[in-house]
């Protein structure tokens, strides 16, 4: 079974609009982290947000906030204020356990078109 | 954040030859650091994680022999693909993880992107 999903191979969105990115999460381990990554064009990955499984409050950074439902194990990237530069390839990952040698599963990721 | 560097950046090689790929941690010591592998349009895939001074640990299906990976020191990791064929053109990244950081998180490089003729 796929430990991360992310339903929308592609998504647009009209710029300054709010967007909503999909993933959902399999696993058995009580601690866990869920990460969101953007990836534009030139390749490098650049970390946007956590949330720990045993955080109590959503994340939130700047114009980026994560929808955590833990029982639905879904952890929904939300976008604010959509602007041009946000076009990008967007992962979400999850790292299990604990341990500094865990590494990361990525989702397939999203595609965000931010039209102007 | 943490700056984590790869080199080259871009490398086009005969079929037959062998490319070293370099990522160093800059500053910052990276503990563990692992090396994937990114298909156009596909998520990254993980090849193999390796900690310092320890052989790599390769994920299932990974060929260990082409994928050489080294981690001398607790900066550098370098992975060399021998004997290139045209179907190990990729995108490959690094990231780095040392102890710095709230989440212990994952540093990644710029990524390379071979191309074998």
């Known amino acids: 079974a796929q430990k991360i999903t992310q339903t929308q191979p592609g998504m647009f969105v009209q710029e300054k609009e709010a967007v909503t990115l999909d993933c959902t999460y399999d696993?058995?381990?009580?601690?866990?982290?869920l990460f969101w990554y953007k990836q534009p064009s030139s390749g490098e990955m650049i970390f946007l947000i956590y949330?720990?499984?045993?955080?109590?409050q959503n994340a939130t950074e700047g114009r980026y906030s994560l929808n955590f439902q833990k029982a639905r194990k879904s952890a929904n990237l939300v976008i604010s204020a959509s602007q041009l530069g946000d076009s990008a390839m967007y992962f979400c990952?999850?790292?299990?356990?604990?341990?500094?040698?865990?590494?990361?599963?990525f989702g397939s990721g999203t595609q965000l078109t931010v039209l102007p | 954040g943490a700056v984590v560097s790869q080199h080259p950046s871009r490398v086009i090689c005969k079929s037959g030859t062998s490319v070293k790929i370099e990522c160093r941690s800059l500053?910052?010591?990276?503990?563990?650091m692992f090396w994937y592998r990114q298909f156009p349009k596909q998520s990254l895939m993980l090849m193999a994680t390796?900690?310092?001074?320890?052989?790599?640990?390769?994920e299932q299906g990974v060929e260990k022999d082409k994928f050489l990976i080294n981690h001398a020191s607790l900066t550098l990791s370098t992975l060399t693909v021998t004997s290139a064929h045209p179907e190990d053109s990729s995108f490959y990244i690094c990231?780095?993880?040392?102890?710095?950081?709230?989440?212990?998180?994952?540093?990644f490089g710029p990524g390379t992107r071979l191309t074998v003729l």
């Open positions: 390796s900690n310092e001074g320890s052989k790599a640990t390769y």
């Open positions: 949330q720990g499984s045993y955080d109590q």
């Open positions: 500053d910052f010591q990276a503990t563990t």
């Open positions: 990231s780095a993880r040392g102890l710095a950081g709230v989440y212990n998180e994952q540093f």
């Open positions: 696993t058995s381990d009580p601690s866990y982290g």
């Open positions: 990952a999850m790292r299990e356990g604990g341990g500094s040698a865990r590494q990361l599963t």
